[in-house]
């Protein structure tokens, strides 16, 4: 195992806490006694949005040049194609007088703020458990994979051909299990670079008290991806730091980027309070490029509470169940949901090329984007729309391990067997020129 993990580490102190084996849910921060955090309050908190811009949807023909003459404000970035702009603030003008200024403005179809959002194990305070054991075998052959019958993915062609985003904290690039899968165009919307690898930076960011929290999150996701889809191709994407924290616009680029390199699954462990308009557009180019994404519904455990863009109705949002398909106490439900999937204890690749385990919506969100994969491989001439259907009506009912919640656990949790329309008990021989399911 390599030195540089233990080191870096050290050096950083509150780096990785060390969670019992045995949890069946993330660890909590010391100092919070409830084990199921409270609901955010519905008005903005000020670390909910970037303080000093905007995100502004110009209508067609409209001018970012008389815009800014006229409020003051200062390009930063755009998104010309679509009419999205990301604009600085003058001196003394805040975000909700910026928002509120353009109401009545003809010229400007939306002004949000830029909103932040965070992985849901940021937000919630859950952290990697690094024993320092890295075994392969390990992430191969534990109960998550078994539970969903990833074997079956396996024999269905694991995902080749197909391209998948990890639009994350970024990737450990060189770790064994990984470097020979990345393909060509990864990048940081973060560090404005093609490098979107995990280094810690030893800060606190969001000054949260805790240091690099978010550490490895993409790599772990990428890991089970594989795991389900060993045959498939990553991208990886950075929008997240080593805090776990992004903003909306910089989603949006990614998920756009994502689209136009070919990628045709979109994993977004990730989410926020508020849903932006620039990230629903840049959902809705994807599909219209073929792409589906797959977002976890965050950590709270909390009913009726999904993140965006988990929220939206093109997208496929996954909750967390643990190995006996009951829901984790930890994730959000509710009847929108469209799939369960594993998420307790998830075992699988860590920075600095190691493993670690990890519990949250976003291991969850990551296995049913290999399974996106596998059925993408295998039915390639499915429309996003009709994936989407897939998942949401061939799951295995686990109404009865949730009787009280049981319209709120999406469409079941997810099996290969029944997603790739073979026999549910797995046992019939595959049949390699099986024609499309009529998902409907």
């Keep these: ?43 903005l908190a000020d670390d909910e949005y ?19 003459a006229r409020y003051g404000t200062t390009t930063l970035d ?71 019958r990833a074997l079956i993915g396996h ?25 020979s899968r990345v393909a060509a165009g990864a990048h940081d919307f973060v560090e404005g670079d093609d490098f979107p690898d995990e280094v810690p930076n030893c800060i606190d960011d969001d000054g949260d008290g805790r240091i690099d929290e978010a550490l490895g999150h993409g790599t772990h996701a990428a890991g089970l991806i594989v795991a389900v889809a060993p045959q498939c ?6 929008v997240l730091d080593t805090d776990g924290v992004g903003t909306a616009y910089n989603l949006a680029r990614a998920i756009r980027y994502a689209a136009e390199h070919g990628a045709t699954v979109i994993n977004l462990s990730l989410g926020m309070l508020e849903e932006a308009d620039i990230v629903r557009d840049a959902q809705g180019y994807a599909r219209s490029l073929g792409a589906i994404c797959a977002a976890s519904v965050g950590n709270e455990g909390l009913e009726g509470v999904i993140h965006f863009p988990a929220s939206e109705s093109s997208c496929i949002s996954v909750l967390a169940v643990d190995a006996s398909d009951v829901k984790a106490p930890f994730s959000n439900f509710d009847s929108s949901v469209s799939v369960a999937a594993p998420g307790v204890g998830v075992y699988s690749t860590y920075w600095d090329g190691g493993y670690a385990t990890w519990s949250g919506t976003s291991m969850a969100t990551a296995i049913v984007s290999g399974a996106l994969a596998v059925l993408r491989g295998r039915f390639p001439q499915l429309a996003p729309d009709d994936v989407r259907e897939a998942v949401r009506h061939r799951g295995v009912d686990i109404s009865a391990q949730n009787p ?17 329309g073979i026999d549910p008990s797995g046992q019939p021989p595959f049949e ?9």
């Design 233 to 238: 191709r990553l991208l990886p994407i950075r």
């Design 404 to 420: 009280t919640i049981a319209d709120e656990m999406g469409r079941g949790r997810l099996d290969l067997g029944r997603l790739l």
């Design 78 to 148: 755009a998104i010309v194609a679509a009419g999205f702009y990301r604009l600085g603030l003058p001196e003394g003008l805040s975000v909700e007088e910026m928002v509120q200024s353009t109401y009545n403005d003809l010229e400007v179809l939306s002004c949000q703020p830029n909103f932040r959002m965070q992985d849901p194990e940021a937000r919630q305070s859950s952290l990697a458990f690094d024993d320092g054991i890295d075994d392969v075998n390990i992430l191969r052959d534990q109960n998550a994979l078994g539970q969903v």
């Design 50 to 68: 970037e303080s000093d811009e905007v995100v502004m949807h110009l209508a067609v023909g409209a001018s970012i040049d008389s815009i800014n």
């Design 1 to 43: 195992m390599s030195t540089v993990r233990p080191l870096i580490t050290a050096l950083c102190g509150s780096l990785i806490v060390i969670l019992s084996a045995c949890s069946e849910q993330p660890a909590l921060s010391p100092g919070v006694p409830d084990p199921v955090p409270a609901p955010r309050p519905p008005v």
């Design 432 to 440: 390699p020129n099986r024609e499309p399911i009529d998902w409907r």
């Design 155 to 179: 024999l269905a062609g694991g995902g080749s051909g197909v391209l998948v985003a990890v639009i994350d904290t970024g990737m450990d690039m060189d770790h064994p299990f990984l470097a």
